[in-house]
Each structure stands twice: as structure tokens, then as C-alpha cells.
């Protein structure tokens, strides 16, 4: 069992920064890659930022060059530093975690959990 505990988020004007985290516990076996995501009302969830155990990322369209997505393995920790936003950038993001082992090189999936989600506003 996995539990995902994000932080940060909250209120901010268009064109200022915010600054998320969230931190995987994984008592075995390792957490793989970790992404962000986020949901505004009326929409579906959708990708933000991913990024590997080795550190390889990917980003939506919308935000790249815009937002910063990292991680601490040794600390199961990933971060999500948010520039430039935008109102359009209003939603719920969460945190979402790989966890499994590797054999051989191949990555074996115990599952795949969520992070309770945090407000992100950005005011016009």
C-alpha cells in the first residue's frame, strides 16, 4: 500500500508562482515514475507533467516552459514548481505514483495511486 501526501498550492494572481510537492510512502519495493495532474470543474483530469525514476520528463503542451516538474528519490518526493500561471491553470491537481520492482530491466506495476489533490486558483 501506497499513500501520496501533497502540499502546497493555493491562491494566486496571473503571472505569479506556486510551488507543489508531494511525498510517496512505500514501505517496499520502489516508487517508479511520478506525475501531476489536474482536473478543473467541468473537465476531465488531465496531464500536467510526468517524470521517470531516471529523470526523464514530460509535460503537457500548455504549460512547458511555464512549469518545472522534479523529484528526490531518495526521498520518494516529487515537486512541481509553477511559473507564469495562468487563470486558465485553476484547478485540482494531484499527485499520481508508480510502485512495483524491477527484474531483469523490466518494471513490474503493483499499482498505481493518487494523491488526495490540492487547489491551485490563479486570479485575472
Known amino acids: 500500500q501506497v499513500q501520496l501526501v501533497e502540499s502546497g498550492g493555493g491562491l494566486v494572481q496571473a503571472g505569479g508562482s506556486l510551488s507543489l510537492s508531494c511525498t510517496a510512502s512505500?514501505?517496499?519495493?520502489?516508487?517508479?515514475?511520478m506525475g501531476w495532474y489536474r482536473q478543473a470543474p467541468g473537465k476531465e483530469r488531465e496531464l500536467v507533467a510526468t517524470?521517470?525514476?531516471?529523470?526523464?520528463?514530460n509535460y503537457t503542451d500548455s504549460v512547458k516552459g511555464r512549469f518545472t516538474i522534479s523529484r528526490d528519490n531518495a526521498k520518494n518526493t516529487v515537486y512541481l514548481q509553477m511559473n507564469s500561471l495562468k487563470p486558465e491553470d485553476t484547478a485540482v491537481y494531484y499527485c499520481?505514483?508508480?510502485?512495483?520492482?524491477?527484474?531483469?530491466?523490466?518494471?513490474?506495476?503493483?499499482?498505481?495511486?493518487w494523491g488526495q489533490g490540492t487547489q491551485v486558483t490563479v486570479s485575472s
Open positions: 517524470i521517470s525514476s531516471g529523470g526523464s520528463t
Open positions: 499520481n505514483a508508480d510502485h512495483g520492482y524491477y527484474v531483469g530491466g523490466r518494471f513490474f506495476r503493483l499499482g498505481n495511486y
Open positions: 512505500a514501505s517496499t519495493f520502489i516508487i517508479n515514475a
